[in-house]
């Protein structure tokens, strides 16, 4: 009855500016969609948006409203955005609910998701009518019978080779196969006329069909894709080769794969090391990957290492894979690597309370992450049992996550040397730090020596004086710069250059301004003195100075607020390199001395060795032997005093009963090992305690293969 009601309203005004209708989530009958259509046909100016979404329109109602709106010509060449999503049209008739469409139209956006359509009618209409406008095209939720699949290919390619104007793809959940996504490739791929398309693929069966190989092929192949989704469509065991496909692409920016690493064995594994070289690449031209439910698990901190060096990705997701301790610190250090990531989602990953204070931490390191959405789901899991040290670090993350988006922050570049500066004091330190646990362990042996050379005491405590110096140094190069204190150092600079600005514009306004404005009245004055009295000059300055003050004020604004920052970073910048160079003096050189000590005290300790009876700590110290070495060595039959010289062999073969042993290797055989060791990205150690952020392995093969359960 209100539809009736608002169709006699709708015809009987011929002067209607009506330009979107949307009629979304009411159920239209029959009856009411007659009236609807009337009104549609005598509308005069069309609409530019029609939106019946779920409106629950039957294959009949649909092909009336069609007819009605192929009667209109002006709804021809006005209407933009048609969305008839969710409604069971399931028309397989072409004169159906798709006639209007067939019909050359201006229609940018159509969506008709979830409508239970055949493909093989589709595509047809949209290449009649839909090549020249069609913008964004969404059939997600669609699944064609499979007996459909040959007659479809041909149809698609034929519609993304021919049209124009294409800029995004929808078709997740259609029930894919390989054969149709390479037909829509290869359709995208020969097309001149279309750059930066997104296409989603997603929950689709891609590991179905004849072609599979064929898809890895044509991804490397089609440069007009920026944006790419084959998330959940059951490619595990091909993801290796997809990926290495993906990695000779260079136009896909956007890239989401995740929910495809559940296959078993060394399929998994090989995708993800083949991941891993494409993000580690200098050619990767990927903005934004998406591995969310993926359950990565153990694997999520080699892969995350490998983007601690990738300089084009500004968004992660890694939500939903279950990554715990390991992986926060690998996340910790990823943070703190000088990377350009810009945004990152984490949820659903097993975090405990102390990762979120070692996530904030590193946050105040880094001034390039905007987001993080806080993970709800972790937070809710350990809230109870620690939730004041909770609070507080969500409220220092977010306190960064502004920091970063202020208009006063630093630039991108300046932010990578802040980063890249904190990273090689660490590594410096690291490095003394072993020099000096070195230097220490052998002052300590030589004290528990008997007999001391001489000399040994002189250089004891030269060794001693150069590892405390060492301990300072260590001290020195964390301190030499410091954001906390630039912070403070950057108010006072702040408040210095806003004087020293504003008196200047100041000046500057009251010298030329002013000027032009006197000029202005005396010119109006000459030009009509009959209508300008005094009173009016004057009240023609009057608004020059009032006009004057207020845009001083926005001027001394703005001047300050670009100009500020500016000179601030400059000043950090001279901060950053003065401090590199002094640190790396000043570590090369505490290296050498601690080397010197190291390698003079090595030298004290062979002469103790060599002049005394070894003993049992000397020799397990310098001892390279492995165990088995040691077994066969005590195993030995030790020959007495009165032995000769000479070992007598015997000439005749040894008798035994089986046949003769042979050594088919060169090198003595070994047992083999009960107990595998875990690589150690692998194990399974707590956030809680204490540890370092270099603790991450530094090779490029951290993705290794867990062990099985016994």
Excluded at 335 to 349: F, K, Q, V
């Amino acid at each position: 009855e209100i539809l009736f009601q608002f169709c006699v309203a709708w015809k009987n005004s011929s002067k209607s500016v009506l330009s979107h209708l949307d009629l979304s989530n009411n159920p239209l009958e029959e009856k009411a969609i007659e009236h609807f259509c009337i009104g549609l046909e005598s509308l005069q100016h069309g609409l530019q948006s029609l939106t019946l979404s779920n409106c629950k329109i039957t294959p009949k109602v649909g092909a009336m409203l069609a007819q009605s709106m192929k009667k209109n010509q002006d709804l021809l060449y006005s209407l933009i955005h048609l969305d008839l999503s969710a409604n069971p049209l399931l028309s397989s008739d072409p004169q159906g609910a798709l006639v209007f469409i067939q019909e050359p139209q201006t229609i940018a956006t159509l969506n008709l998701s979830k409508c239970g359509l055949n493909f093989d009618v589709v595509f047809p209409a949209l290449i009649r009518g839909c090549q020249q406008h069609l913008q964004e095209l969404d059939l997600s939720q669609n699944k064609p019978k499979k007996h459909q699949a040959a007659s479809v290919g041909h149809s698609m390619q034929q519609f993304f080779s021919s049209a124009i104007s294409l800029e995004k793809i929808d078709l997740s959940d259609c029930k894919l196969t390989a054969d149709l996504a390479v037909a829509i490739m290869e359709g995208l791929s020969v097309n001149r006329n279309i750059q930066d398309i997104s296409l989603n693929l997603s929950s689709n069966e891609l590991n179905h069909g004849m072609d599979v190989s064929a898809m890895s092929n044509i991804m490397s192949r089609v440069r007009n894709i920026s944006d790419l989704d084959i998330s959940n469509t059951g490619i595990d065991f091909y993801l290796a080769r997809l990926l290495e496909a993906l990695g000779l692409n260079r136009s896909i920016r956007h890239l989401n794969i995740g929910q495809n690493f559940e296959g078993k064995g060394s399929s998994r594994l090989e995708g993800m090391r083949q991941l891993s070289r494409l993000v580690r690449s200098d050619e990767c031209s990927l903005e934004s990957l998406s591995l969310s439910d993926s359950k990565l698990k153990e694997l999520t901190p080699g892969l995350l290492h490998s983007l601690t060096n990738n300089e084009s990705l500004r968004k992660l997701d890694i939500s939903g894979n279950s990554m715990g301790g390991p992986g926060i610190r690998a996340l910790v250090r990823l943070i703190l690597s000088g990377c350009s990531l810009e945004e990152i989602h984490y949820g659903h990953n097993d975090i405990p309370a102390a990762g979120f204070t070692h996530i904030a931490d590193a946050l105040e390191h880094n001034y390039t992450l905007r987001s993080m959405p806080p993970p709800v789901h972790d937070i809710a899991r350990v809230v109870g049992k620690e939730g004041t040290c909770m609070e507080e670090a969500l409220a220092r993350i977010q306190k960064y996550l502004c920091r970063n988006h202020s208009d006063e922050r630093f630039s991108i570049e300046l932010a990578k040397r802040h980063q890249q500066r904190l990273l090689a004091s660490s590594q410096q330190s690291a490095l003394i730090g072993r020099e000096i646990v070195q230097v220490e362990e052998m002052l300590t042996k030589i004290s528990k020596t008997d007999k001391k050379e001489e000399g040994t005491d002189e250089e004891v405590s030269r060794a001693t004086s150069v590892k405390e110096e060492a301990n300072k140094v260590v001290q020195l190069v964390d301190s030499l710069y410091s954001p906390r204190q630039e912070s403070q150092q950057y108010e006072a600079i702040n408040h210095r250059i806003q004087d020293v600005i504003e008196r200047e514009v100041e000046q500057l306004y009251a010298e030329y301004v002013q000027e032009n404005i006197e000029k202005m009245v005396t010119q109006s004055v000459k030009a009509c003195p009959s209508f300008l009295d005094d009173t009016i000059r004057e009240t023609l300055r009057q608004i020059g100075r009032r006009e004057l003050s207020e845009e001083l004020a926005e001027a001394k604004k703005a001047v300050t607020k670009k100009t500020a920052p500016e000179v601030i970073n400059h000043i950090s910048e001279m901060n950053l390199e003065t401090a590199a160079v002094i640190s790396e003096l000043i570590v090369d050189r505490t290296l050498g001395e601690l080397e010197g000590s190291s390698g003079r005290l090595h030298s004290i300790l062979e002469k103790t060795t060599k002049s005394s009876s070894p003993s049992k700590r000397i020799s397990k110290i310098f001892s390279f032997r492995t165990k088995d070495q040691d077994a066969v060595r005590k195993r030995r039959v030790r020959r007495d005093d009165n032995d000769h010289d000479e070992v007598s062999i015997p000439t005749t073969p040894l008798q035994t009963d089986g046949p003769a042993l042979q050594h088919l290797g060169k090198q003595r055989p070994r047992p083999a090992r009960r107990h595998r060791q875990k690589p150690a990205v692998l194990k399974q150690s707590g956030i809680d305690g204490p540890f370092s952020i270099w603790d991450t392995p530094t090779t490029d093969n951290v993705i290794e293969e867990p062990d099985k359960p016994k």
